[in-house]
Nanobody, 129 residues
Framework: QVQLVESGGGLVQAGGSLRLSCAASGRPFSRYGMGWFRQAPGKERAFVAIISRSGGSTYYEDSVKGRFTVSRDNAKNTMYLQMNSLKPEDTAVYYC??????????????????????WGQGTQVTVSS
């Protein structure tokens, strides 16, 4: 089992930047594919970015491509989401999640939330216009 804790959320103006962190504890972090998801009020949870176990493969939701960057440091048991050029529509609670069965490479990056086994508590990101 792995425990996940997100941090770094907050209030930012449109066009600004935030960096989210997801700290993991428990089983070795490198054994999990990892993902960032977000949930806006009245909407379903949706994937934002996914990264493989080694960090060598990533995949992004179309609306964040070119603006967000996912990375991980397995030595520090931490995943990051650098968010630039933020828009009001990026406002949501952001969650990190761990995938026991995927994340071996580019063809096993899972984007459905039901494919993830462990979740953090979420961190609020609010982008004002």
């Amino acid at each position: 089992q792995v425990q996940l804790v997100e941090s770094g959320g907050g209030l930012v103006q449109a066009g600004g930047s935030l960096r989210l962190s997801c700290a993991a504890s428990g089983r070795p972090f490198s054994r999990y594919g990892m993902g960032w998801f977000r949930q806006a009020p009245g909407k379903e949870r949706a994937f934002v970015a996914i990264i493989s176990r080694s960090g060598g493969s990533t995949y992004y939701e179309d609306s964040v491509k070119g603006r967000f960057t996912v990375s991980r440091d397995n030595a520090k048991n931490t995943m990051y989401l650098q968010m630039n050029s933020l828009k009001p529509e990026d406002t949501a609670v952001y969650y990190c999640a761990a995938d026991r069965l995927g994340g071996f490479g580019p063809y096993s990056l899972h984007s459905r939330s039901d494919e993830y086994d462990y979740w953090g508590q979420g961190t609020q990101v609010t982008v004002s216009s």
